[in-house]
């Protein structure tokens, strides 16, 4: 089986948080001029999902199989399958730290979630919790924060740059009013992160993107994240935490 790298693995669990953010709609919302947006609002309690990830890094290409159990919007486990369903990695989090068990390398990945982290592990300037809101359906930032860019045919087009220069566009269907595509733009105009979300999911008044493309271009990364099956609330199991062995060597992302 081919060794998973160090830098595929911190990509993947941080894209994998962002499964902790699914949420449900409601047709209230704020406005922007003269747009109504939804508001996600706390409907879904619980999730469980079975789902695919192919990911492709440097011409180099991973595909898993997970299964994901997420209680709220900050606590989540997760077991990660490679070929023939062997158990690669266990993941247990919340918003304040993650623990990833890479079984492969034997190793346990942990630390606080923010954006100098994730920087550091994988060159992005964007913390667990902008991604949070994206798998919600949801710009990372506050509808009132956003200027209308252009209107379409069939799209709003938003645009947001804060006092560091960063950019993120979000692209809102006019015809559902949900989050088809998000960018975040580096000083400079350097495209970091592209997202696009299709094949919406409903479970009664629960909505959720079956289908999440993440492309990274400065660091050669594509994830693609496709929802086979899930379950809501009473009938979906709650996270649970995870034993590592003794000889497991830690790698402390705080300190790395």
């Not at 269907?173 to 979300?197: A, P, T, W």
């Amino acid at each position: 089986m081919r060794k998973v790298s160090s830098k595929i693995c911190l990509i993947f669990i941080i894209i994998c948080l962002i499964f902790a953010s699914c949420t449900s709609v409601k047709k209230t919302g704020s406005d922007i001029s003269g747009i109504s947006l939804k508001e996600l609002n706390t409907e879904l309690k619980k999730l469980e999902a079975s789902c695919i990830i192919n990911s492709t890094m440097n011409n180099q290409t991973f595909n898993f199989r997970i299964k994901i159990n997420i209680a709220g919007v900050d606590t989540v486990s997760m077991t990660v399958f490679g070929p023939f369903g062997i158990t690669v990695g266990r993941l247990y989090s919340d918003l304040n730290r993650f623990r990833f068990h890479n079984i492969m390398e034997n190793s346990l990945y942990e630390g606080s979630p923010t954006e100098e982290n994730i920087k550091k592990a994988t060159n992005l300037s964007i913390s667990v919790k902008d991604l949070l809101s994206l798998f919600q359906g949801k710009t990372p930032f506050k509808i009132k924060d956003y200027s209308l860019l252009e209107e379409t045919g069939n799209e709003f087009i938003l645009k947001r740059v804060d006092a560091s220069n960063f950019g993120d566009f979000a692209v809102i269907n006019k015809n559902d009013l949900k989050l088809v595509r998000y960018q975040r733009k580096d000083k400079g105009n350097v495209l970091i992160l592209d997202s696009s979300f299709d094949k919406y999911k409903t479970s009664g008044e629960v909505s959720i993107p079956g289908s999440l493309n993440f492309a990274m271009p400065t660091v050669d990364g594509k994830m693609i994240i496709e929802i086979e099956s899930f379950k809501i609330n009473e009938s979906a199991a709650s996270p649970v935490k995870f034993d590592v062995p003794s000889s497991v060597t830690i790698i402390d992302l705080d300190k790395y």
